[in-house]
């Protein structure tokens, strides 16, 4: 059972902008033709032309040149694009490194790739990837140890794989699955409806669709979901996402006559996650606000017609994620008075929190997610940022734990209520997503599927260590090398971050990481307060007027690795996205003596709009609003835009994002590069990577992330150059 609290998705979002008002001005000159060091071709940013745009923000007036930028549909914008693209995919041929990084990357990459099998009915789904196909196919078979027959190949939807599948729900009789489609990276989803018998898609298409799943009723007549008003044309990937409505669909049925379960126009904010109990008994709703992480809770007797919308759990105070029900008795894993998180039974009838009942009670590790199957509960909890499987009764009792092999994630977890089997995929640094069932009745835990590859692990190791930033708190650094490393600071390194919303960081498998790994470099993963590692309180310690904290734990840990030496400022590279992209952004600007090279990507770097466009608004919860005087201070200290001094010598720069994002706004990526290229004080280049008909990153097909992942470490392989 999938938790009813879908937010917003933190992986951030923004959007353009219409052209804004004040004329072209002349640009500056752009800077001299340099070089990189390691002897990379020589460079020359494209002009990009500014316009006459000040704001007041409060009484400070605050220029904004590169305004025009925000219109990511404009030619004069499309055509920049063109421009940036030629002077970086001329840089980046030029590398002769290039070519055998790409070759790597797809051996590496050419392995087959399963999910988990997930019941449909007395049938299994399940997704494989051959290796290099841009998108993986969905199959089903009546036993999940076999191979099964075809049943939707979105490789076939586009000729480019930009066509991807964003969501797949089976009904419960597994007669059935509502599929949703996405294209070119974007967060808008399309609902289709497929016969599991025969393979034969339905005339159902429901649009306009974001941020949450699908939800059957079980007697599989329609489903749950969330639409939005359509946008206005030419705001597709632009406009505010706002007042959106729950709605039920009936198979066969057109979506004008989708009847409208919920919806709150006096709380525009709002967004509605829906979830059918195993039971059939009931609809759960999880009521969100943006990424605010407290959520709401309402449910609907669906036995009882007209289906009436009750409250649960309506004080915005708490985490709530909805697990499972017996009867009149729901689970739920909640942050209410246990900022690690426990597991509670709260009843239908009497839902006061002096009345629940704490099954599972708050630990010294996070919980970060909790699985119903029969009557034990499967916890996942966080041990210094790497997954423990914990077992407890419905009745509160302890009963073991799953023995994960090594020092990792727990990918994907799927059960049921009324099966034994559990399935989960589990990862590590070096160790592809491997799938193992564990049988509750039994307690047995077995390989189900192990893929191989043309990776031997043997010569490398992973360490965990502990720096600690600057005012003593404890963080978390991984280290991924090979074996015997030197420490000469001579190596190197590829720091990554992104310290935000309550995502936890936990080890994961990553091709291009071993391609750099195999390279010669270093790997560096950083746990920074913002994240979800260590529970609330942790989270707190990096948002609103915290968040300054997540970029001094990152220069510690920058710190820790040339004081320890793993590798000095020259040979040190920084990475994030997203939110991440705001990490970067801001610690190049604050430090750049501390690095020899960045790459921000799809980033939030102009903290003084990011609200104004499609899902930006959401992430207030987080960040704050420059709408708000005391909340504009602390933004405008470290708004990575707005830092950028003239003059000042930055280290090679690669700014990267998707043309068509409507998450983040390409256009924080847009006006940051500009600005970093005419303010750029020394000789190392400032790139702009725009990938064309993608977006946040969602469903890329797998030759755009080859060809992404090998321009990174090329252009790493001469920014880091002695």
């Known amino acids: 059972m999938t938790a009813a609290t879908t937010r917003p998705l933190p992986f951030l979002t923004a959007v353009l902008l219409a052209a804004c008002s004040g004329g072209p001005t002349t640009a500056p000159p752009p800077p001299s033709t340099t070089a990189l060091r390691g002897g990379a071709q020589p460079w020359a940013p494209p002009p990009t032309r500014t316009v006459d745009v000040v704001d007041d923000y409060h009484g400070e007036k605050i220029a904004d040149p590169y305004r025009w930028l925000e219109n990511q549909d404009g030619a004069d914008v499309k055509e920049w694009v063109g421009a940036q693209n030629r002077v970086t995919r001329a840089f980046l041929d030029a590398v002769p490194e290039r070519a055998a990084i790409r070759e790597r990357l797809r051996a590496l990459w050419n392995f087959p790739r399963y999910s988990v099998p997930q019941r449909a009915g007395n049938q299994w789904l399940y997704s494989k990837n051959d290796g290099l196909q841009n998108q993986s196919v969905w199959y089903i078979t009546a036993d999940p140890a076999t191979d099964g027959k075809v049943l939707l190949d979105p490789n076939k939807l586009s000729a480019d794989g930009t066509v991807a599948l964003a969501n797949t729900v089976a009904d419960e009789q597994g007669r059935q699955l509502a599929f949703a489609t996405s294209a070119r990276g974007s967060d808008w989803m399309e609902w289709h409806v497929l016969d599991l018998a025969t393979g034969v898609q339905s005339d159902d298409k429901l649009e306009w669709s974001k941020f949450a799943g699908a939800a059957w009723t079980h007697d599989g007549k329609g489903f749950f979901y969330q639409r939005y008003p359509a946008p206005k044309e030419g705001q597709v990937y632009q406009a505010q996402n706002r007042i959106p409505q729950l709605c039920y669909h009936m198979v066969g049925k057109a979506q004008n006559e989708d009847r409208i379960v919920y919806e709150r126009p006096d709380q525009p904010d709002w967004g509605f996650a829906p979830a059918v109990s195993e039971d059939g008994h009931f609809l759960v709703i999880g009521l969100s606000a943006g990424t605010d992480t407290r959520n709401r809770i309402a449910y609907v007797d669906l ?420």
């Open 303 to 722: 036995q009882q017609e007209p289906w009436t919308v009750q409250p649960l759990l309506m004080e915005l105070d708490a985490r709530h994620d909805f697990l499972g029900n017996d009867g009149d008795s729901f689970y739920f894993r909640t942050d209410k008075d246990s900022p690690k998180d426990r597991i509670v039974a709260v009843l239908r009838q009497q839902p006061a929190p002096a009345n629940w009942r704490t099954v599972v009670p708050e630990g010294k590790d996070a919980l970060r997610s909790a699985l119903l199957v029969r009557d034990t509960i499967v916890c996942r909890y966080l041990s210094d940022a790497a997954d423990r499987l914990l077992l407890y009764g419905t009745d509160g009792k302890a009963a073991g734990e799953i023995a994960l092999p090594g020092l990792g994630t727990v990918g994907q977890l799927s059960g049921r209520r009324n099966h034994d089997d559990v399935f989960l995929q589990f990862v590590t640094f070096l160790q592809p997503p491997t799938t193992w069932h564990y049988d509750v009745q039994k307690k047995e835990l077995k390989v189900f599927r192990q893929p191989k590859l043309d990776f031997d692990p043997a010569p490398f190791t992973v360490e965990r260590v502990f720096p600690q930033s600057h005012d003593g708190t404890r963080l978390c650094l991984f280290l991924v090398h090979r074996k015997g490393l030197q420490l000469d600071g001579s190596h190197p390194t590829y720091l990554y971050g992104y310290g935000g919303f309550d995502i936890a960081l936990s080890p994961t498998f990553n091709v291009p990481n071993l391609v750099w790994v195999e390279r010669g470099g270093i790997f560096a993963m950083a746990i920074l307060r913002g994240g979800g590692e260590y529970g609330q309180d942790w989270h707190k310690g990096g948002m609103l007027g915290n968040k300054q904290n997540v970029f001094d734990d990152f220069v510690a840990c920058a710190e820790y690795l040339q004081r320890n030496g793993y590798t000095s400022s020259k040979k040190l590279a920084i990475g994030g996205a997203s939110n991440g992209g705001l990490l970067v952004g801001a610690s190049l600007t604050q430090h750049p003596e501390l690095f020899g090279a960045a790459i921000p990507e799809v980033g939030v770097h102009d903290m003084l709009r990011y609200q104004r466009f499609t899902i930006g608004w959401a992430w207030a919860p987080e960040y704050g609003s420059a709408d708000d005087a005391t909340q504009f201070q602390w933004l405008r200290r470290y708004s990575p835009l707005h830092n950028i001094q003239a003059g000042r010598d930055y280290p090679p720069t690669m700014v990267m994002t998707g043309d068509h994002d409507d998450r983040v706004l390409p256009g924080h990526s847009f006006k940051f590069g500009a600005t970093l290229q005419q303010q750029q004080g020394g000789s190392a280049p400032i790139l702009l990577r725009i990938e064309t008909d993608a977006g946040h990153g969602a469903g890329k097909p797998v030759q755009k992330q080859i060809d992404e992942a090998a321009d990174r470490w090329a252009f790493l392989s001469r920014a880091l150059a002695d």
